[in-house]
């Protein structure tokens, strides 16, 4: 492994760790033990624009974080937000917006590549009830973590009302695939607990 790359693997390993916190909750995504796992909670610490309050469960593949493997930045997270109402488009974008801009540390990357761009996301509600809706989406923001390059990642979100905690879960689901990608048969399917709720 080139000392590049290792350096860069490192330094998000040890980013992670400066912006987790030690939070000991149940798993609320349905995923095995194979898969990464990291806890934030709100205020993120790389995203203090985003004012919620809850927690993220973040997951992460094998390979997530290699160039050459199909998973390359292929992750979930699910927000649990303290919010009595599902997120519209707009709150969906701006969130994004702050959330990649703080976690691909743009300003910082600035410093070398001054013509980085914001980060753009789009988003398109598919189904909505009261309690629950369906979103597909695009977020164009800078990988600042392995190809020092802009990325484009595919995003489907689903959320999700909970009336007990009156509280709502946002599931996200990130890829470069095209959405056509059978990559995303498996990669969609994923869901939340059955008593994520609860939690």
Known sequence: MKLKNL?????????????????????????????????FTFPLGFAQDIKYQGFEEARFPKGWNKMESPYFWTYTFAWMLDKDSLLTVHELEVAMQYYFDGVMSLEFERKTFPDIQDTAAVFLEKESTAKSSKLIGKIKTWDHFTSKKPITLNVQVDQSFCSEQENIIVLFRFSPKPFSDELWQSFGAITLKEDACQH
């Open 7 to 39: 350096l860069s693997i490192l330094v998000f390993s040890f980013s992670l760790a400066l912006l987790g916190q030690e939070i000991e909750r149940p798993d609320i995504i349905q995923l095995d033990s194979t898969w990464g796992k990291e806890l």
